[in-house]
């Protein structure tokens, strides 16, 4: 008997691994089924990639369970081919002493991608939100939806919504019981699903979210991200109650997140913070001086120069800064997508280029008009040009640069800015008056 039932058991297994080759989403479902020793044997059999296509099929929180027995190897192999929202996710779902021991098998890159994402700041939704809730893949059907909510009941409370998300796990519907108990059992859940879904940034101040669940009374809403990525839920209750533990302390902490300055830091944390970057922008001073060193013959044969040379250097330096923060923004809020990097870079140079090109020709008039040397005013205007295309190059790219480094963006990107515009500004404008020094005269 007990060796006509560990053959049944081999037999069911091959099934099932048949059935993955044909069908995954099908598989996965009689996995959802199984005793989680059982699943885990089959999970563990399959090869890494096959894996990761289940999880996106598979409840994050029974990934979470049958991944916590896992071999070393293993997970190594799962987590590099897994895409780092997901990855995310299952870790926010396992105890603290299994995360610590799955730190050290973790690549760097998505490690920091890990740490990226769930760092939040302070009375920000992102902080309680919580990942207790239930998401389905669009092609699912409402028979199988409906016999995976009935099993994961048991494990855990009734859900009165269930969301529903593509390939990418970006939120495309809403799904109310309700709607699913009444459609037809073959329908797909991208077809019964509500798309007007409303949804909370992860970033969203507390006290705005709470204010626009109250107005559309809601007991719950998802979060997501700039990519609208499901990250989690946000319940009202939790609001309501000033409830403000910070859900993802522990794993913040174990990929080295939040440790910069903050307001209230001590003036010598402070110090440490910034001399070193003071000390850099002295040098990058003397680098623009030494610039302008460079044109002392013209500028003392043309010593209307000098009159403009702050014109030159402060508008390129003002339009960097706006790069510059625009940039900084959409790093905070996740908002710049990997493969969208250079077009957005160059987008800012484009821009940089058009708005150097208009204000070049106000400058150049006026500069005609108070000097009465048209050519001083085009000098003026190509140096204006020139530097407010790499002004905007520069402001996009800097803050970039300086994370890719592990540097903090908010402390060096200024410095480093102001260089560029003012030795690019100053080149370019004395160099134009080299040029056209015969005319200047």
């Known amino acids: 008997m007990k060796g006509n039932a560990m053959t049944d058991t081999t037999v069911y297994e091959s099934f099932i691994h048949e059935i993955f080759k044909q069908d995954i989403a099908a598989a996965v479902r009689i996995l959802e089924h199984m005793p989680e020793s059982s699943a885990s044997k089959v999970l563990y059999s399959l090869s890494p ?262 014109v030159v250097a402060g508008q390129g330096g003002n339009a960097g800064a706006q790069s510059l923060a625009v940039f900084m923004r959409g790093l905070i809020m996740r908002e710049i997508p990997k493969d969208k990097i250079y077009s957005l870079i160059l987008k800012e140079g484009k821009l940089g280029a058009i708005n150097g090109f208009i204000i070049g020709v106000i400058t150049a008039v006026i500069a005609w008009i108070w000097y009465g040397n048209p050519f001083l005013g085009i000098v003026i205007g190509l140096g204006m040009l020139v530097n407010l295309f790499f002004a905007g190059l520069s402001g996009a790219s800097i803050p970039l640069m300086m994370k890719k480094v592990g540097l903090d963006p908010a402390q060096c990107s200024s410095i480093i800015l102001t260089t560029v515009t003012d030795v690019v500004g100053f080149f370019a404008f004395l160099g134009f008056a080299v040029i056209f020094q015969g005319f200047l005269v």
């Open 49 to 310: 990639s096959t894996v990761v296509h289940a999880f996106k099929h598979l409840q994050i929180s029974y990934a979470a369970e049958l991944l916590k027995n896992a071999d070393e190897d293993f997970i190594k192999e799962i987590f590099t081919l897994l895409d780092s929202h997901r990855a995310a996710s299952i870790l926010m779902y396992m105890p603290q002493d299994i995360r610590d021991g799955f730190k050290k098998l973790i690549p760097d890159k998505m490690k920091e991608e890990i740490r990226d994402l769930l760092t939040y700041p302070e009375n920000s939704v992102g902080r309680i939100m919580t990942t207790d809730l239930v998401s389905f893949h669009k092609n699912t059907i409402a028979e199988e939806a409906i016999d995976t909510l009935r099993t994961l009941s048991k494990k855990h409370q009734a859900f009165s919504y269930a969301y529903v998300v593509d390939d990418d796990n970006q939120l495309v519907g809403v799904l109310n019981m309700h709607d699913l108990m009444l459609a037809q059992p073959d329908k797909t859940l991208d077809a019964i699903s509500r798309k007007d879904v409303f949804s909370i940034h992860c970033f969203i101040d507390i006290r705005q979210a709470a204010s626009e669940i109250a107005k559309r009374k809601y007991f719950a809403a998802p979060v997501v991200d700039s990519e609208n990525h499901l990250l989690g839920i946000i319940k009202a209750e939790r609001m309501i109650q000033g409830v403000k533990e910070d859900v993802t302390k522990d794993i913040q902490t174990m990929f080295g997140a939040g440790k910069d300055e903050r307001v209230s830091s001590t003036i010598w944390f402070s110090m440490k913070k910034r001399l070193p970057w003071l000390n850099v922008n002295l040098a990058t001073a003397f680098l623009a001086a030494a610039v302008v060193a460079m044109f002392e013959g013209i500028i003392a044969k043309i010593t209307i120069l000098a009159v403009f040379l702050p």
